[in-house]
T-cell receptor, first 111, second 116 residues
Framework: GEDVEQSLFLSVREGDSSVINCTYT??????LYWYKQEPGAGLQLLTY?????DMKQDQRLTVLLNKKDKHLSLRIADTQTGDSAIYFC???????????FGAGTRLAVHP | GAVVSQHPSWVICKSGTSVKIECRSL??????MFWYRQFPKQSLMLMAT?????????EQGVEKDKFLINHASLTLSTLTVTSAHPEDSSFYIC????????????FGPGTRLTVL
């Protein structure tokens, strides 16, 4: 079945860049997403990328997709303490709304 | 905009009792709502998909008689955990989809269920 994997924890210094990685197995994935979850809050969609794209940039966020290796990454430039949260990678296949999530990467930003 | 609430945010109940969790879309009409379950340090697992006015579609391995889902209006879906047992203790999260703003799902803050 479909599977999405991420490392569980990442620690970075404030001002540095953060890179969160994700791998998936479903070759028919059409959309790939990055969600952010802060304590006590619902998952917030940060960005998404279509499978026919290699890169998408949105302000401090850069998403890279290597479809051949089924590898997705999220780069956060100039990481701030407010970026501390759990980041979930998710994928879905076209024509259906089912999202398959990774376990989430906890990003800790320290001074 | 696109706010989804859940009630209660946490609940503790005795084994054998039933618990109802509400999911509301506050500022939009949700044609489809989803229910997820999340165990500590694990990913969200989709339990079921519900469309307003019709029966929910359950994922493989999810007992529909155990987890009753009702989506009676375009702004409210409920999940009832019947005869709860300690193994049902988990974090339950709902999401809602407008059907208008693409396929984006808007998530509620989750409900922590602890069964003693």
């Amino acid at each position: 079945g479909e599977d999405v994997e991420q490392s569980l924890f990442l620690s970075v210094r404030e001002g540095d860049s953060s890179v969160i990685n994700c791998t998936y197995t479903d070759s028919s994935s059409t959309y790939l997403y990055w969600y952010k979850q802060e304590p006590g809050a619902g998952l917030q969609l940060l960005t998404y990328i279509f499978s026919n794209m290699d890169m998408k940039q949105d302000q401090r966020l850069t998403v890279l997709l290597n479809k051949k290796d089924k590898h997705l990454s999220l780069r956060i430039a100039d990481t701030q303490t407010g970026d501390s949260a759990i980041y979930f990678c998710a994928e879905s296949s076209g024509g259906y709304n089912k999202l398959i999530f990774g376990a989430g990467t906890r990003l800790a930003v320290h001074p | 905009g696109a706010v989804v609430s859940q009630h209660p945010s946490w609940v503790i109940c005795k084994s054998g009792t039933s618990v109802k969790i509400e999911c509301r879309s506050l500022d939009f009409q949700a044609t489809t709502m989803f229910w997820y379950r999340q165990f500590p340090k694990q990913s969200l697992m989709l339990m079921a998909t519900s469309n307003e006015g019709s029966k929910a579609t359950y994922e493989q391995g999810v007992e529909k008689d155990k987890f009753l889902i009702n989506h009676a209006s375009l702004t409210l879906s409920t999940l009832t955990v019947t005869s709860a047992h300690p193994e049902d203790s988990s974090f339950y999260i709902c999401s809602a989809q407008t059907g208008v703003r693409g396929n984006e799902q808007f998530f509620g803050p989750g409900t922590r269920l602890t069964v003693l």
